[in-house]
């Protein structure tokens, strides 16, 4: 079966400190990936997509980047945080195999940056 | 560009009422319709889906959705909510003929049930 990780679950990262939040996906090959930024009543905001291993479409222009090492590994990294970065960040997969854009989306990790 | 929108930020209802939360989007072509539940706690999941075919569409917890293609429009209903349903929920749209499958969502609207 098909699952989704990421962790950390929580974090809390002073400005200007580093960021990686990972995600990696189980059950699937060549799956796309996404990262979210869900802001209370703002909904979901897509930051970056990936079809495949090295292939990053950034879709915001901000502070953050992303790399995808893996076919099943999406890691979302910033050199230096900013208070603005603070949010809700969900990792996203579709698999591979299949011919609709269903979505299936991870726990999240909440960012406080202070 | 496509959007997404959602009229109702927040909805406060008794339990047994019905429901309609709407839904508009601004896309002339194809395009795949989805509504996304998150319940207080857990993972965003997939309420309900349209692609294709016939454009009132069932999904889980007795939900289901209507497409109207000329009104650009996919609103959600229930006939009965329970306090179970409060959660946030998600409207979202995709191109039909797209091979990133990238979902544009709307505001998201916040359901409270009273007991």
């Known amino acids: 079966s098909q699952t989704i990780h990421q962790w950390p679950a929580t974090l809390v990262q002073p400005v200007g400190s580093p960021l990686s939040l990972e995600c990696t996906v189980e059950?699937?090959?060549?799956?796309?990936l996404y990262w979210y930024r869900q802001a209370a009543g703002r909904g979901l905001q897509l930051l970056f997509y990936s079809v495949g291993i090295g292939q990053i479409s950034s879709e915001v222009p901000q502070n953050l980047s992303a790399s995808r090492p893996q076919d099943r590994q999406f890691i979302l990294s910033s050199k230096k945080l900013l208070l603005s970065d603070s949010g809700f960040y969900l990792c996203a997969y579709t698999p591979g195999e299949t011919t609709y854009n269903e979505q299936f989306f991870g726990p999240g990790t909440r960012l406080t940056v202070l | 560009a496509q959007s997404v929108s959602q009229h109702n930020h927040h909805v406060i209802l008794s339990e047994a009422a019905s429901l309609e939360l709407g839904c508009n989007y601004s896309y002339g072509g194809t395009v795949n319709l989805f509504w996304y539940v998150q319940y207080p706690g857990q993972h965003l999941q997939l309420l309900l889906k349209y692609f294709s075919g016939d454009p009132l569409v069932k999904g889980i917890k007795g939900f289901e959705a209507e497409f109207i293609k000329s009104k650009f429009s996919f609103n959600l209903r229930k006939p009965s909510v329970q306090w179970s349903d409060t959660a946030e929920y998600f409207c979202?749209?995709?191109?039909?003929?797209?091979?990133?499958?990238?979902?544009?969502f709307g505001q998201g609207t916040t359901l409270q049930v009273k007991p």
């Open positions: 059950g699937t090959s060549n799956p796309n």
């Open positions: 979202a749209v995709n191109k039909g003929s797209s091979n990133t499958g990238k979902l544009i």
